[in-house]
């Protein structure tokens, strides 16, 4: 028997006109996962979303969310989804309570039910203090908390968010990512498109995005050990060394000085723990610190963007 995934889009077409935006991609994410969708303003990741959510209907391929069939079961598939989109679509001219009341009428909430899912959409995104202002007269952060509050007072199974830090400051956008671990940790299940290279390291797996196409899918460890070619180990040396003596320590599959020839080294390796055991083993080496390198999500991105051009 296969397995089962709350989203499932297979072969993924869509084309506008001339243009071919998404190019034959699969997204399979699992239940309780935080999915990234990574990639450049142009990537394909919003048309993509926009399919998945069934607004828009794919020039070919398929896409199921909770087993529904996208766009013809969509309504169906929509108790199950909160959406935030880039632009908010929120209604400024009326206050922060009146959007939620409204937004949780559409998602066929009644009565003490509605009520009590408002107020606690004020309370869990710290919205109470804005509770009677207009959308309108609210900072982009606060109205991005507002977006959130709304897709989530229905309270459902799965959060679609499109680049939700778009335009937030640093310090908001780590408030952000400690709510989205908060509710990965409740059992949502999250799927979150970002041109954030930094953002994609809390995520469990991710997909990296170039021109229609996902080139890479696996988890953060994983995408940055395809790009770098396996474990990156720094070693500086106490005296200069020639590249055959390192490689003489097994497991090597690239050597690149860093300033000095010979004196400090940034070395791919096929594993890192073991390459660092016999490292300590390798008398015709005078080492003076080695350690495991850390590789970010944007120099694996940048790697892998310049190998598939």
């Known amino acids: 028997m296969g397995r089962e995934f709350v989203i499932e889009a297979r072969g993924l077409v869509k084309r506008f006109a001339d243009v071919v935006a998404v190019k034959g991609i699969d997204v399979l994410v699992e239940e309780g996962e935080i999915y990234g969708l990574l990639g450049p303003n142009g990537a394909g990741k919003t048309t993509t979303i926009r399919m998945i959510c069934g607004l828009i209907r794919p020039t070919r391929g398929t896409v199921r969310v909770f087993g529904y069939k996208m766009p013809e079961e969509r309504i169906k598939a929509s108790r199950l989804i909160g959406y935030v989109t880039q632009h908010t679509s929120l209604y400024e001219d009326l206050t922060v309570y009146e959007n939620l009341m409204f937004y949780a009428s559409v998602y066929g909430l009644r009565g003490s039910e509605k ?10 995104f710290l919205l109470r203090e ?9 900072s982009g952060g606060t109205v991005k908390r507002v977006s959130l509050a709304v897709s989530m007072v229905h309270n459902p199974k799965l959060l679609i968010l499109d680049e939700p830090t778009a335009g937030v400051d640093p310090k908001l956008r780590r408030v952000f990512w400690d709510m989205f671990r908060d509710l990965s940790r409740e059992g ?10 930094d953002e994609a390291e809390n995520c469990d797996r991710i997909s990296l995005m170039l021109g229609g196409r996902i080139v ?6 994983e995408v940055k050990r395809m790009a770098m070619g396996g474990d990156v180990v720094e070693v500086t040396f106490r005296k200069p060394v020639v590249e ?9 599959k690239s050597v690149e000085w860093i300033g000095d020839r010979g004196v400090r080294a940034r070395v791919v390796v096929e594993d890192a723990e073991e390459f660092l055991a016999n490292l300590l083993k390798a008398d015709w080496l005078e080492v003076a610190v080695a350690a495991k390198a850390d590789v970010s999500l944007e120099e694996a991105f940048l790697r892998i963007e310049g190998a598939v051009r």
């Open 188 to 197: 949502l299940t999250l799927l979150v498109t970002t041109h954030y290279m």
């Open 130 to 138: 804005f509770k009677d202002k207009m959308v309108g007269k609210l």
């Open 244 to 252: 055959e003596d390192v490689r003489r320590v097994g497991g090597v």
């Open 216 to 221: 890479v899918t696996g988890t953060p460890d």
């Open 115 to 124: 009520r009590r899912a408002v107020e606690e959409a004020l309370d869990r």
